[in-house]
């Protein structure tokens, strides 16, 4: 079992840049693919961006595609988002998200491990 926790939110104004950590519990990190999502009032949780459990794949949306990078550190048990050019519609609640052999890195219900989100607030 994998407990997650993410830190890094805030308040930025647009153009501005957060970096967002998720922290994770347990011995195996490295097996898992783990992935952000967002879910703004009102709207469905949506995928951002994902990473395979060796970090040679990363999987983006086409809204943060350019701006937003996903990486790893397996050392560390830790995931990071590192968010720049930083728009009013990005904000929303950010959530880690950890599973094993995923096949669609787009679809949350095929993670197993969602920690309890951050905000992430861009001013105009």
């Known amino acids: 079992q994998v407990q997650l926790v993410e830190s890094g939110g805030g308040l930025v104004q647009a153009g501005g840049s957060l970096r967002l950590s998720c922290a994770a519990s347990g011995r195996t990190f490295s097996r898992y693919d783990m992935g952000w999502f967002r879910q703004a009032p009102g709207k469905e949780r949506e995928f951002e961006a994902a990473i395979s459990w060796s970090g040679e794949t990363t999987v983006y949306a086409d809204s943060v595609k350019g701006r937003f990078t996903i990486s790893r550190d397996n050392a560390k048990n830790t995931m990071y988002l590192q968010m720049n050019g930083l728009k009013p519609e990005d904000t929303a609640v950010y959530y880690c998200?950890?599973?094993?052999?995923?096949?669609?890195?787009?679809?949350?219900?095929?993670?197993?491990?969602w920690g309890q989100g951050t905000q992430v607030t861009v001013s105009s």
């Open positions: 998200a950890a599973g094993t052999t995923i096949a669609s890195y787009t679809n949350p219900f095929l993670y197993a491990y």
